[in-house]
């Protein structure tokens, strides 16, 4: 008795299971549209960096900042993602903002590249600002 009540939970367990398939997605890095930062840092000081983007659509969804960093270069751009099989209207969403803070850690002169999307080619483009961190 006990193991076709075993066999009976087991089955039961096994069937209430959905064999859906999971919701898939596509992952984008946006461009950057327009950006505001200090005209200079001072080392071990929090400042606030504001960015604007625009959504191609209403179906992506904010992923966060891309964020790159390597040696005094910061590479910056915004992660976004759309669920796959969405039917989306064409109608552009409002810009959206968004803000982070860096705290330079060295003084000397940061670069920052913005990401302004792909040229003709399929070859990234960026905007480079270079920012001095004093003591």
Do not use: W
Request: proline residues 5%.
């Amino acid at each position: 008795m006990k193991k076709i009540a075993l066999f009976l939970v087991l089955m039961t367990t096994l069937l209430s299971c959905s064999l859906d398939e999971p919701d898939s997605y596509t992952y984008y890095v946006l461009p950057i549209e327009s950006y505001t930062l200090p005209e200079t840092f001072v080392k071990g000081q929090s400042h606030e960096i504001k960015l604007k983007y625009q959504k191609p659509t209403a179906c992506y969804i904010y992923g966060g900042i891309y964020y790159y960093s390597e040696n005094s270069t910061r590479t910056i751009g915004i992660n976004a993602s759309v669920k796959n099989g969405e039917n989306c209207s064409e109608t552009l969403p409002p810009e959206t903002e968004v803000s982070f803070n860096f705290t330079p850690t060295t003084a000397g002169v940061y670069t920052f590249k913005f990401y302004k999307g792909e040229d003709d080619a399929g070859e990234d483009e960026f905007e480079e600002v270079e920012i001095t961190v004093t003591e």
